[in-house]
């Protein structure tokens, strides 16, 4: 079954539209009481299949390492959990000014039951308090939106039983500024006709 949402722009709230979207689909979610595996997947990465069947595996919380290749330096920045067995100890981050984040996972690095949003009490939690990404500070949408429904790390699962393979590829890919290397940018259309016999 598919669900084809439409998000609109709430004047009143300054948002990326990312994250217009994840609120848009966090309310249906909750509104509808859907019951499953919530992963964000964002449009810029590149994903294992492995991932996709480990996702399938998750009670209630999982994270994993996100492997970001920087934009500005050819150079690789590794986000998310430090494991040992598929028990959360720490965190990988080497990005600036991510000092104030409690959680250093890239939303493509988390995902959760669905049921989280819509059934406190089956997760002890006290009353319904989830609050959607609107209210959350700029920036922080991440960390601010896991904050709320995880309470530490003993809550998170390791993917995958170590969290030592990569399996999701952040490119933070810009094309106006994207920079090819010599000989790799064709300046011609290449459309043809390709007869299908």
């Known amino acids: 079954m598919y669900r084809h949402l ?27 009481r859907l019951d499953g595996i919530v992963y964000m997947a964002d449009d810029d990465n590149i994903y294992s299949l492995d991932l996709f069947d480990r996702l399938r595996q998750i009670r209630r919380f999982a994270t994993w390492p996100v492997a970001m290749l920087a934009q500005s330096k050819n150079k690789v920045i590794l986000q998310g959990p430090v494991c040992n ?3 959360v100890i720490g965190w990988h ?9 409690r959680f250093h996972v890239d939303i ?18 006290p009353k319904d308090i989830i609050r959607l990404l609107d209210t959350v500070t700029e920036r922080f949408e ?15 699962e390791g993917l995958p039983n170590d ?12 094309s ?6 010599r ?15």
């Open 6 to 32: 439409v998000c609109r722009k709430n004047t009143s709230v300054n948002l990326h539209r990312d994250v217009r979207q994840r609120h848009t689909a966090l309310k249906h979610i909750r509104l509808h």
């Open 85 to 87: 067995g598929r028990k």
């Open 93 to 101: 981050t080497n990005r600036k000014g991510n000092n104030h984040r």
């Open 108 to 125: 493509s690095g988390f995902d959760f039951n669905s049921s989280v949003l819509w059934n406190p009490r089956r997760w002890m939690y």
């Open 142 to 156: 991440d960390t601010g939106f896991i904050e709320q429904i995880v309470e530490d790390e003993g809550q998170l």
């Open 163 to 174: 969290c030592s393979r990569i399996m999701n590829w952040h490119l933070q890919l810009e």
């Open 176 to 181: 106006r500024s994207l920079v090819y290397p």
């Open 183 to 197: 000989g790799w940018q064709i300046s011609k259309n290449l459309n043809t006709v390709v007869p299908l016999n």
